[in-house]
């Protein structure tokens, strides 16, 4: 392990919520990063407590002391708190740490201008990544030197699949489409599952049949490397009950409700990044021509 990007590193995770734990529980419990070397901060003296006792690693309410000796400090507060969180870190940060944002909104700049420090990465990943099945779309300023990235691809690889992106605006449209997608996969489980139960199944018998289908059909698409129009088209015979299922949804707008869906996520994305910008959201309009 003497060569992992991540070895002997020390991690701060500020604002350890839910997203920040399951991304320092990712690294500690696959070795990459030791539990002696982390410490996370919480304004709730109860979650330090649960976070100490689950994993093992030093806690405080103080965002600058947990920052002060770590090499990379993850901010994973919620966006209407990054304001007081920066204010506290301002200044203090030296010029080789790396400041790794998974706040949905918080752009380069707002983080690099509310810190003075310009080595930030910022980064959209999703909550499979609590089980190693995430996705994390991330971008680096020109600051993040190449051992720097390789730390970050090695954090992200280590909560499932990453994607490095060269224009930041990508992130905020990854924020829309794989950051809150889960939301719309869910949505739909629990329709199907309802519909299910609507035709007689117990509910515990028709969560398994959608789930299992669910994550079927997705590896199927994966490992086919078909296009998922050319697979659907493989089970819906002329005139049979797929072809039938489709008109209803068809009819019903699905695609257009799920695209004005995405795109209502991702103009919130950008209303979020003028704010805590220190702009008007109104000065700027982002709407589909």
Same mark, same amino acid.
């Given at each position: 392990?003497?060569?992992?990007p991540l070895h002997?590193?020390?991690?701060?995770?500020?604002?350890?919520?839910?997203?920040?734990?399951?991304?320092?529980?990712?690294?500690?419990?696959?070795?990459?990063?030791?539990?002696?070397?982390?410490?996370?901060?919480?304004?709730?003296?109860?979650?330090?407590?649960?976070?100490?006792?689950?994993?093992?690693?030093?806690?405080?309410?103080?965002?600058?002391?947990?920052?002060?000796?770590?090499?990379?400090?993850?901010?994973?507060? /919620?966006?209407?708190?990054?304001?007081?969180?920066?204010?506290?870190?301002?200044?203090?940060?030296?010029?080789?740490?790396?400041?790794?944002?998974?706040?949905?909104?918080?752009?380069?700049?707002?983080?690099?201008?509310?810190?003075?420090?310009?080595?930030?990465?910022?980064?959209?990943?999703?909550?499979?990544?609590?089980?190693?099945?995430?996705?994390?779309?991330?971008?680096?300023?020109?600051?993040?030197?190449?051992?720097?990235?390789?730390?970050?691809?090695?954090?992200?690889?280590?909560?499932?699949?990453?994607?490095?992106?060269?224009?930041?605006?990508?992130?905020?449209?990854?924020?829309?489409?794989?950051?809150t997608g889960p939301?719309?996969?869910?949505?739909?489980?629990? &329709?199907?599952?309802? &519909?299910?139960?609507?035709?007689?199944?117990?509910?515990?018998?028709?969560?398994?049949?959608?789930?299992?289908?669910?994550?079927?059909?997705?590896?199927?698409?994966?490992?086919?490397?078909?296009?998922?129009?050319?697979?659907?088209?493989?089970?819906?015979?002329?005139?049979?009950?797929?072809?039938?299922?489709?008109?209803?949804?068809? /009819?019903?707008?699905?695609?257009?409700?799920?695209?004005?869906?995405?795109?209502?996520?991702?103009?919130?994305?950008?209303?979020?990044?003028?704010?805590?910008?220190?702009?008007?959201?109104?000065?700027?309009?982002?709407?589909?021509?």
């Amino acid at each position: 392990m003497s060569d992992h990007p991540l070895h002997e590193t020390r991690l701060a995770v500020i604002g350890a919520g839910v997203m920040g734990e399951a991304m320092m529980a990712g690294l500690v419990d696959r070795d990459l990063i030791d539990a002696a070397r982390v410490t996370c901060s919480h304004p709730r003296a109860e979650r330090r407590d649960a976070l100490a006792s689950a994993h093992r690693v030093a806690v405080t309410a103080d965002n600058a002391a947990a920052a002060q000796d770590a090499d990379i400090v993850l901010l994973a507060v /919620k966006p209407q708190m990054l304001a007081g969180v920066m204010t506290g870190l301002r200044g203090s940060l030296r010029a080789e740490q790396l400041v790794i944002s998974v706040i949905a909104g918080a752009s380069t700049r707002a983080l690099g201008e509310g810190l003075q420090h310009p080595a930030v990465v910022r980064s959209m990943p999703n909550t499979p990544a609590q089980i190693g099945q995430g996705v994390t779309v991330w971008y680096a300023t020109e600051s993040v030197d190449a051992r720097a990235r390789e730390q970050v691809r090695a954090m992200f690889g280590a909560l499932g699949r990453e994607f490095e992106v060269h224009d930041e605006r990508q992130v905020a449209m990854a924020t829309a489409v794989s950051g809150t997608g889960p939301t719309y996969i869910f949505l739909f489980i629990e &329709a199907l599952t309802d &519909a299910a139960v609507h035709l007689g199944f117990p509910r515990h018998v028709a969560r398994e049949l959608v789930l299992d289908t669910m994550s079927g059909s997705a590896d199927f698409a994966l490992q086919s490397g078909k296009h998922v129009a050319e697979l659907r088209d493989m089970v819906t015979s002329p005139g049979g009950t797929s072809a039938e299922a489709l008109y209803e949804l068809e /009819k019903g707008r699905l695609r257009t409700v799920v695209s004005d869906a995405v795109w209502a996520a991702f103009e919130r994305t950008l209303q979020l990044e003028a704010r805590l910008e220190g702009q008007d959201p109104g000065t700027e309009q982002h709407r589909r021509r």
